[in-house]
């Protein structure tokens, strides 16, 4: 059965977390084999972990490559930039890690069924930013890496899998150029130099081909094959999947609970514990309505004390109180088991914290999280206003570590949102991560 991590609240991102449990992202936990999987987004998402002292960027690769006795697999939902992969695995290895094994096994597994980001889809992107500003008078915020376009393309039925490329190379190239002269003819300004993308991806197909599987009979065999500890991670968060974000300020994919199936080929039943990873306080990168957002010295605090950047596009993060209408949403549609509640420290200095534990519409509590932006943005926010711990809880180990009013505030967020919490987050390293059970 599978372990699934999804990111709860509208946080671009993960942030500074890693995790010591029994799915933890270092060896000799289990003599079982370890398998992390990622099951959608593409290099736009970026995770940083940190362990042993070292802190590594993580967008196509999922997290569990640290883990040399781990089997690390890129499902079929992923869209893949090949550039981008291979130079977040240049990057990587300069800090120690050994990514590809041009010999019989590779600890990094790619589905075929994976689509392609193409540079001219990159470009396009950023050419869609510029007319949405001239004509709307605001863009989406996207990071600019093709996302949005490729999974169009995928929609569209126009978008080159992986397995494309590693079989007819002239086949491939005829659909490539087809493809681009599509764009051309949107965008007549986009320059792509056809030749020459091709080329290079023919050099980058010999340097995959490795490590390409079926990933339909992968996943099948990871299942029902010797018994193995699973764990699947999200990219992105709840509020931004495609179909229950706050659109159309989302990015292209499903990165709720449902993703897993469809961007890994997992049958449902297979699905075990769900981990919602929430921060003790709600961030979120680009525009879209942000209802417990604090333009004040309390969002100045947040951010600069969390070291809010994006972790791909390095922009500054807004940032506001806990939201626990957005996390009782994001429970809603994932169903989780268990909460990893992230970066607790941050609040250490505050005299006091307030959650948000509901939203008001002209003066009359709703009961759901509206989708529509427009009337998102006029919600009121109730808070529930509890004291600081005025302490630095950095050192803490333990439950027993924290202090009582530290405590409260964790036992007040289980009580609002039903589910218990299973990590507590003090710091940046894995050392940092207290396990409650």
């Excluded at 372990?3 to 671009?12: G, H, I």
């Excluded at 007819?168 to 150029?177: A, I, L, M, Q, V």
């Excluded at 065999?221 to 989302?250: M, Q, R």
Aim: aromatic content about 10%; some cysteine; proline content about 5%.
């Amino acid at each position: 059965r599978l372990a699934v991590l999804v990111n709860s609240p509208v946080l671009l991102n993960w942030g500074l977390i890693t995790f010591s449990s029994d799915f933890c992202l270092h060896g000799g936990v289990s003599p079982l084999i370890l398998c992390f999987f990622l099951l959608q987004g593409g290099n736009n998402a970026g995770h940083t972990v940190v362990v042993d002292g070292k802190e590594y960027d993580f967008h196509l690769f999922p997290s569990g490559i640290i883990n040399p006795k781990a089997i690390s697999f890129i499902g079929n939902g992923v869209v893949i930039h090949l550039p981008g992969l291979f130079e977040e695995a240049e990057k990587n290895e300069k800090k120690g890690l050994i990514f590809f094994s041009f010999l019989l096994w590779s600890p990094i597994v790619s589905s075929g069924l994976s689509v392609a980001v193409f540079d001219f889809h990159q470009a396009v992107d950023g050419l869609q930013e510029v007319q949405r500003q001239a004509q709307e008078g605001k863009n989406i915020g996207t990071t600019k890496k093709g996302i949005g376009p490729t999974y169009s393309s995928k929609a569209a039925r126009t978008g080159l899998r992986i397995c494309d490329l590693l079989s007819d190379f002239d086949e491939f190239s005829s659909r490539f150029k087809n493809l681009a002269q599509q764009y051309k003819s949107m965008f007549p300004t986009l320059d792509v130099d056809i030749e020459g993308q091709l080329k290079k991806l023919k050099g980058y197909a010999e340097k995959i081909r490795p490590m390409v599987q079926d990933g339909v009979y992968f996943m099948y065999e990871a299942l029902h094959g010797s018994p193995k500890k699973i764990l699947v991670e999200g990219a992105n968060a709840a509020l931004l999947d495609i179909d229950f974000g706050t659109y159309p300020f989302v990015t292209s994919s499903n990165c709720t609970i449902g993703g897993v199936c469809t961007g890994l080929g997992v049958p449902p039943q297979h699905i075990g514990d769900v981990y919602g990873v929430v921060k003790a306080y709600t961030t979120r990168v680009g525009i879209g309505a942000f209802p417990t957002e604090q333009i004040n010295e309390i969002g100045d605090l947040l951010q600069s004390r969390g070291h809010e950047w994006g972790v791909t596009t390095g922009r500054k993060r807004r940032c506001g109180w806990l939201d626990l209408v957005i996390l009782k949403y994001a429970h809603m549609i994932n169903g989780f088991t268990a909460l990893a509640l992230t970066k607790l420290d941050i609040l250490d200095v505050l005299d006091e914290i307030k959650i948000g534990v509901a939203y008001s519409l002209g003066g009359k509590r709703i009961p759901y999280f509206p989708a529509n932006q427009e009337i998102l943005q006029k919600v009121e926010v109730e808070y529930e206003t509890m004291p600081g711990w005025k302490t630095d809880t950095t050192g803490a180990r333990k439950w027993e570590d924290l202090p009582p009013k530290a405590q409260n505030y964790i036992r007040c967020v289980e009580n609002h949102v039903g589910v218990p919490v299973k990590w507590v987050g003090v710091g940046k390293s894995r050392e940092s991560m207290i396990q409650l059970f």
